[in-house]
Structures are given as C-alpha cells and as structure tokens.
C-alpha cells in the first residue's frame, strides 16, 4: 500500500520590510505628538491640585481675619479652618506610596499641631512647596511652589512645574487667584490685590 502525498501551494501573507518601517514610523510621530501633550495635562492637573489647596487656605484666611479682626499669619492660624496636612518629603514617589524603600515609616504630618508657627511646608502630594509670603494688616499672600522630584536635590524649587499665587486683601476684601502658565519657581510671582 503506497500513500499519496500531494503538494499543495501555499501563499504565504506576511508584511513587506517597507511596509513595517512604514508603520514604525507613523507609531513614532504619532508618540512624538501625544507625550508632550500627555506632559503638558499632568503639569496642569498638578497645578489644578494646588490651586484646590491655595484656595482652601485663603478661604481660611479670610475665616479667621472674620472671626478674630487679626491677619492670619502661619499654618497653626490656617488649621483653625482647614487641616494644613505636609508630606515628610518633596517627592510623589514617597508621598503617594509608590516607593517602598521605608517601610512602616512616617509620611505626613499636620503642620497646625506640630509647627503651627511653620510659613511655608510641603503639598500632601509633595510636588509643591505652600508658602505664606506676606501677612500684615492689608494682605494675605500664598504661593504654591513646584519642588524638584529627586532624591539628591530635594528642597529646592524646580524650573519644570507651573505654580499657584493667591492674595486677599483685608481691607477691601478682595481675593485673587493666579496660575501661571510659564513653568518653574521664578514666573511664580507675588500678585497684589
């Protein structure tokens, strides 16, 4: 008994080389399009995130000036209305958990219990610096302060973030609010109101 073997043709579809480079190519424009753009919404949602706090200070500014006739001048005076919560370090790696270099150790503290003196201190996230600048008779200002996010230059301003200022005036009772739209510490100015 003899077994027939037949040969069948086969056509073999596969990509061309051209037509792989082709779609590399469009995959790396298209990358080179969306990860600034990418970038550029997470710098914004920062900021969003310091705004929501400077906000949140100023409204307790603007609570204890009403309650006791006297300018608020540090953390312990904002934390009469609104916890003034600083994470340890200036790095989201640390703040958020995501580095699990330091087990079991201590990441936040409530800077009105602990240094209610304290004018400036760390965001909860830890990108930014808070700073109350000027606390007199006319005005409250506060600043969010983008941090440099790296292990050997920590506590120094970073030229990458964009930052938050804000100013009440006693007087008039004005408010203002700015974000900035150029990045880094120095475009985060003082405003007047």
Not at 114 to 125: G, I, L, M, R
Request: one cysteine or more.
């Amino acid at each position: 008994m003899k077994l027939k073997t037949t040969k069948k043709n086969k056509n073999i579809n596969a990509f061309t080389l051209v037509e792989l480079i082709v779609v590399v190519m469009i995959i790396g424009i298209l990358s080179a399009i969306a990860i600034p753009i990418f970038s550029s919404l997470t710098e914004k949602a920062r900021q969003r995130e310091a705004s929501t706090m400077i906000n949140s200070y100023l409204s307790a500014a603007k609570a204890y000036y009403a309650e006791s006739g006297s300018p608020s001048k540090n953390a312990g005076d904002l934390s009469n209305y609104v916890d003034v919560i600083e994470c340890l370090k200036h790095m989201i790696r640390w703040c958020n958990g995501s580095d699990k270099s330091f087990p079991g150790v201590r990441k936040f503290r409530n800077m009105g219990d602990e240094y209610p003196q304290s004018q400036a201190w760390n965001s909860p996230s830890g990108y930014y610096t808070i700073k109350v600048d000027t606390s007199n008779d006319d005005r409250f200002q506060i600043r969010a302060l983008p941090q440099v996010q790296s292990w050997d230059r920590s506590q120094i301003w970073s030229d990458e973030g964009l930052g938050v200022s804000a100013c009440f005036n006693y007087q008039s009772g004005v408010s203002i609010m700015k974000l900035w739209s150029k990045k880094g510490y120095l475009n985060v100015k003082n405003i007047d109101c």
